[in-house]
């Protein structure tokens, strides 16, 4: 009894509540979160509910009466499917359409003519089944007589249904299926070559003492300065039909698949090779001296220790390099020529024959590959352990003339390859009429009187960059804070970061193509936001979220978790140590995703080629409408003004970075 009255009663499981700050952190977490629900969430939902919307002529829902030469007495109603099987005026492909379809009611009729006093009686025997009289749209189950001149005006209306019928004609139509193994085959040839020749850039940079490797990393990261629409103008005034070198393709065309893999490995090269030099960065010197003492053969300490130790690396640039080549749309667009991939398809169904449902099919086709690749991606990134310990050794390449000398042949090959499609491009943009008149101008820069938007294109894109490196590395930094020093609520901070993680595996093509559906949408609240600047940065700032997000986090990371308990053990508000503590110590960090914003915001095509408007429309949009209009030489003109302004914000970067850093990180110094 004594035992049992000594028991404590079972209470209630006890837990952590949040504190003011905890709240005010929590809030601002799914205020970030709400974002990006609405700016890719409800898109992607909107584009992919769209693609299972098909639309149909549905003749048997109309019903129609034809009067004798009098126009007063009528014969017995028919179904226009009826007129239709007896006239053999629509076959089965005319009756499949798309939103904006119309089919001509005068066609089933083979003796129609405007002149006669023919009369006809029309009427919906379906809801949902209309007609449109020039621009006015008629939904009536009653008869509504019309003259024969005014029949010639009527159009039928597609009736909207939900199935797989989209999919099923995109699997049956052969020039569509091509474009998935015309996409598959080029992503997989450049995947190749780019990262064989990344590595061994890579691999010279951290295993050889050879000289000028400063000025090989800044050539080797060029082709992040231009968008990827530059490689093309410039293969096309090398090989092509007045190319300078145009011989050495002994016939071949420039024009396909061989333009775009040479270009699409000269703007992904940097990417693969950023990757690939952090992966061989990280190597324990150790591990090669006990291969030395072991009497390995370089060969072999290659294939055991090198590849081994990079291969999450070399993996990581396998994935990356593919998406980015099967998801680009500015290089087959420009040197594609015929040979059709999928984001030509999207743009194709989209702008030239205004098939949304069709062109949402094919871009849930082409995000398959892309999240499939992060997917994989992610799963192997998990994997990996890590390769340093505390007695590990920074490995220290050993003089070796020979080695040295073949490394700096190497990476000098790819440094005038880079250099030269850049040159080229500089060329092409000042010389006054290529091949006839070869003398040096700044004609091709008198962008208003060219199609694209003229020098405000160029302006519209520095305003949008500047605004988006600004806004978008404050959403994204605010974001990966509150995810990271927010104690609790794990599930809400579980969400937040699969949503920041997303817009890494969805295609700037595909999303663009979603902020159509959704926001282009005149039920939607936020439709006017649709043809406007603010719509280009939020599609910008979302479709770059991941790689800042992920930048930030590593950043955040190395602070140690005590600062926040000892801040409010001082009473100090949190917003107090994020601006006098956090910020300056991830300063650049910040300044690195300000820059990465600030470039692909001037680059980017595929985001942004549905969301223009006549008053927004930007550089990158310029060099594409230009070189659509055989303005090539002013287009590659308006790319190196991308690449001037890169190069610009790049020294401002650096110089901004200097002086900062030397106020805000003298406490790294010993």
């Given at each position: ?9 079972a ?32 898109p ?12 149909r ?64 009686r ?26 024969s001149?005014t029949l ?43 990262v ?28 992040i300065l ?22 050495l ?18 703007f ?5 090779l ?41 993996i ?5 390099t593919?998406?980015l080549?099967v998801?680009d749309?500015?290089l ?17 169904q ?18 398959v ?17 890590s ?25 000098g090959?790819?440094?005038l ?16 009429f290529w ?25 519209n894109?520095v ?14 930094f ?11 609520v ?29 926001f ?16 280009l ?9 991941t ?25 100090q ?19 690195d ?8 915001a001037?680059?980017?095509v ?20 230009m070189?659509?209009a ?10 190196m ?8 914000a ?6 901004a970075?200097?002086?900062l850093?030397a ?8």
């Amino acid at each position: 009894m004594m035992a049992a009255a000594d028991t404590l009663p079972a209470g209630k499981e006890i837990r952590l509540g949040l504190d003011r700050d905890g709240t005010i952190k929590l809030g601002f977490m799914l205020a970030i979160a709400l974002y990006l629900v609405v700016t890719l969430a409800l898109p992607l939902y909107a584009m992919l509910s769209k693609s299972f919307v098909t639309y149909r002529f549905d003749l048997s829902a109309y019903e129609l009466q034809v009067s004798d030469p009098t126009g007063r007495v009528f014969a017995p109603a028919v179904t226009a499917a009826a007129l239709n099987a007896a006239a053999g005026a629509f076959g089965p492909e005319d009756l499949r359409a798309s939103a904006d379809a119309r089919l001509p009611v005068a066609d089933l009729f083979p003796d129609f003519s405007f002149r006669s006093p023919v009369k006809y009686r029309l009427r919906a025997l379906a809801d949902g089944a209309a007609w449109q009289v020039g621009l006015e749209t008629v939904r009536s189950p009653d008869w509504v007589e019309y003259d024969s001149n005014t029949l010639r005006r009527i159009t039928l209306r597609p009736v909207a249904s939900v199935g797989i019928e989209n999919y099923i004609a995109y699997v049956s139509s052969p020039t569509l299926v091509r474009s998935i193994e015309n996409s598959l085959f080029i992503a997989a040839v450049s995947t190749v070559l780019t990262v064989g020749l990344a590595f061994g850039f890579a691999y010279a940079l951290t295993r050889s003492r050879m000289r000028f490797k400063g000025t090989m990393k800044l050539v080797a990261m060029m082709p992040i300065l231009v968008p990827s629409l530059l490689p093309g103008i410039a293969l096309i005034y090398l090989f092509g039909n007045q190319g300078l070198l145009k011989g050495l393709l002994m016939g071949q065309s420039i024009y396909g698949p061989l333009g775009i893999i040479i270009g699409s490995v000269f703007f992904t090269f940097p990417h693969a090779l950023i990757i690939i030099s952090t992966a061989l960065a990280i190597a324990d010197q150790r591990q090669y001296e006990a291969a030395d003492s072991l009497r390995a053969s370089r060969w072999r300490t290659f294939w055991t220790v090198t590849v081994p130790g990079a291969r999450y690396g070399l993996i990581s640039a396998v994935f990356v390099t593919f998406t980015l080549v099967v998801t680009d749309f500015g290089l087959p667009k420009v040197i594609g020529g015929q040979y059709n991939v999928l984001a030509i398809d999207i743009y194709k169904q989209v702008i030239g024959q205004q098939n949304f449902e069709m062109g949402a099919v094919v871009s849930v086709v082409l995000l398959v590959p892309a999240v499939l690749a992060f997917l994989i991606d992610r799963q192997v990134q998990k994997k990996q352990v890590s390769l340093l310990s505390a007695r590990s050794v920074t490995f220290e390449p050993k003089a070796n003339p020979w080695f040295d000398a073949l490394c700096l042949c190497w990476c000098g090959l790819v440094a005038l390859f880079i250099l030269t499609i850049i040159g080229v491009c500089q060329l092409a943009a000042l010389v006054t009429f290529w091949p006839y008149d070869m003398s040096l101008g700044l004609t091709n820069f008198a962008f208003d009187k060219m199609d694209g938007g003229g020098w405000s294109a160029y302006w519209n894109s520095v305003r949008l960059a500047a605004v988006t490196a600004v806004v978008g590395t404050a959403v994204v930094f605010a974001g990966a804070y509150m995810v990271e020093k927010t104690a609790g609520v794990r599930p809400v901070r579980g969400l937040f970061h699969f949503l920041a993680m997303l817009p890494m595996a969805v295609p700037g093509m595909v999303l663009g193509l979603a902020y159509i559906f959704f926001f282009n949408n005149p039920d939607n609240p936020l439709h006017g936001l649709y043809g406007t600047m603010t719509i280009l940065v939020v599609s910008t700032v979302t479709h770059f979220y991941t790689v800042g997000h992920l930048t930030a986090l590593t950043a955040l990371k190395q602070i140690d978790a005590e600062f926040e308990p000892v801040a409010a053990s001082l009473r100090q508000p949190f917003y107090r140590l994020f601006a006098r503590v956090t910020v300056p110590i991830c300063l650049p960090a910040i300044l690195d995703i300000m820059i990465y914003m600030f470039v692909n915001a001037m680059t980017t095509v595929s985001a942004v080629v549905f969301l223009y408007s006549t008053h927004t429309a930007l550089a990158s949009i310029a060099v594409l409408n230009m070189d659509d209009a055989g303005d090539i030489a002013p287009a590659a003109a308006m790319g190196m003004m991308i690449f001037y302004t890169n190069v610009a914000a790049r020294l401002l970067h650096m110089l901004a970075s200097r002086g900062l850093l030397a106020r805000t990180q003298a406490w790294r110094q010993r």
